[in-house]
């Protein structure tokens, strides 16, 4: 079917047949015979059609069309028919393909018996040909049937030369006034509604489009601001999020999200909810968890800390629960705090949610991992069993930091950097953002470099990225990029 489709693309013998042709029934009656859908007025049964076309000089012609040809036979005759009736330049239909049988013995794809074995065979692109062919079973022998024409190996991507060469400082100096508008644009919206910060990063957006939110929220202040319950909304705070979630308003961890895709009478509403309620309820909750933290932290030695994937209610109530169950525990058996867990210093501890983490783990920070689900019980064994290896990295990671940090220093004195910082996702480690300098202190082409660099900010980011502007202007780059 699709060699018949392919066919019928290829070539304008049907657009120029006629669409209905007066078809001999051998009794002398006449019948229609629609050959874009191939009915008849009547039920035809035979293979064999004789019809009757007219040229254009009023001459008619008695043709016999096969049908149980093969389709390649069956356009050449309808070829030749045109060309009886005056059509001139008709393309040939095009060869037949290449048949399995032949496909198989050109690949050596037949056994001892004759039989062809076609087990577990896949359609592949013959390298150069264009066309595709059987690839051999599994156990034959290999095959080299990849179509490699469109394969891509370059490096230009993380070559910083090139794009320090192609870079306009036009567009530098474009972003850099596009993140100050939207900082300033930050400012007047912060100060406006009193929020304590707002947070726009998650967006993902250019400073350009984020100004322009901004500036519409402060437009609406200016003019409903009078029909809000509050003058300020201070401590809380404004995220800018396109999650969709029911609770616009969250009081655990005090944060009020609009989507930037609403209007902004749909942001007014979600404003004009928040009372004075509200903000008391948020003073509670944060007084409360600031006493649980303390029990919970100096009872165990820890630094306690919500994950991203780990909401604030259920951080919350993983606090309250880990706190209450160890207040119950010191007053029935009288326990005090161990000498030793407060002379080390404290391992961080991040909550992530139940599905995220579901046992104690040791991340490469030297911070440990547990899930809000788990038990009181639970998270002490997972502390006391991971923190000795968790100190060990620590100090490590704060070797190595420091190693970073003076080699940022260089990096900044030899190049003129504004600031030098890890960008994107995934993060960079620490070894990488090393391996980065050094490649770029210990350049062949340093004095070319500096002159392109200087003044600007750096970013380095993960593997896999390009060398690109960020939106603030810097210049972000992979870890791993090159020169040549």
Not at 77 to 88: C, V, Y
Not at 459 to 484: E, F, M, N
Request: proline share 3%; hydrophobic share 35%.
């Amino acid at each position: 079917m699709r060699n018949i489709t392919s066919l019928m693309d290829r070539s304008v013998i049907l657009n120029l047949f006629f669409v209905h042709i007066c078809v001999d029934s051998g009794s002398g009656a006449k019948k229609d015979f629609d050959l874009r859908t191939g009915n008849t007025s009547s039920t035809m049964e035979m293979k064999h059609y004789p019809f009757v076309m007219e040229r254009t000089d009023g001459v008619l012609l008695k043709l016999d069309l096969k049908l149980d040809q093969p389709v390649e036979q069956v356009l050449k005759s309808m070829r030749e028919a045109l060309k009886f009736t005056g059509f001139a330049g008709l393309p040939s239909p095009p060869p037949a393909p290449v048949s399995q049988e032949n496909n198989n013995q050109k690949n050596g794809n037949v056994s001892a018996n004759g039989k062809h074995n076609n087990s577990h065979g896949g359609m592949h692109f013959a390298p150069g040909a264009g066309k595709l062919w059987e690839s051999q079973p599994r156990g034959g022998r290999e095959w080299h049937g990849v179509d490699h024409s469109f394969d891509i190996n370059t490096h230009r991507g993380r070559n910083l030369k090139l794009f320090l060469k192609d870079l306009d400082p036009k567009d530098i100096e474009a972003r850099r006034a596009s993140r100050m508008d939207a900082s300033a644009a930050a400012l007047v919206a912060r100060r406006a509604y009193g929020f304590q910060s707002i947070d726009g990063t998650s967006l993902g957006w250019s400073s350009a489009n984020l100004a322009i939110c901004l500036s519409t929220l402060t437009a609406l202040f200016d003019e409903h601001g009078s029909s809000l319950q509050l003058t300020s909304f201070y401590p809380l705070r404004l995220l800018l999020s396109s999650d969709e979630i029911q609770g616009k308003i969250d009081l655990y961890d005090g944060i009020i999200m609009l989507n930037p895709a609403a209007t902004p009478l749909q942001w007014l509403q979600t404003l004009k909810n928040v009372s004075h309620d509200d903000i008391g309820k948020y003073k509670i909750n944060q007084t409360r968890l600031k006493r649980y933290l303390e029990i919970v932290q100096n009872s165990l030695g820890i630094k306690l800390k919500k994950g991203h994937s780990c909401s604030s209610y259920d951080y919350h109530m993983f606090v309250e629960r880990l706190a209450i169950g160890i207040e119950n525990r010191l007053k029935e058996e009288g326990m005090v705090l161990s000498s030793q867990a407060l002379a080390l210093e404290r391992v961080l501890v991040t909550v992530e949610s139940s599905q995220a983490c579901r046992r104690g783990v040791l991340n490469a920070n030297g911070s440990i991992r547990v899930g809000a689900d788990m038990t009181g019980e639970a998270v002490a064994s997972s502390i006391a069993r991971l923190s000795t290896d968790a100190r060990k990295k620590v100090i490590k990671q704060a070797d190595l930091l420091q190693t970073v940090k003076t080699n940022i220093g260089r990096a900044q004195e030899e190049f003129g950097f504004d600031r030098v910082y890890r960008a994107g996702l995934p993060k960079v480690t620490s070894e990488e953002v090393l391996t980065c300098l050094s490649t770029l202190l210990e350049s062949t082409e340093l004095e070319q470099l500096k002159g392109s660099l200087a003044g600007k900010s750096l970013g380095i980011a993960g593997s896999g990225h390009y060398c690109h502007l960020g939106d603030d202007g810097s210049i972000v780059v992979p870890w791993d990029w090159q020169t040549r």
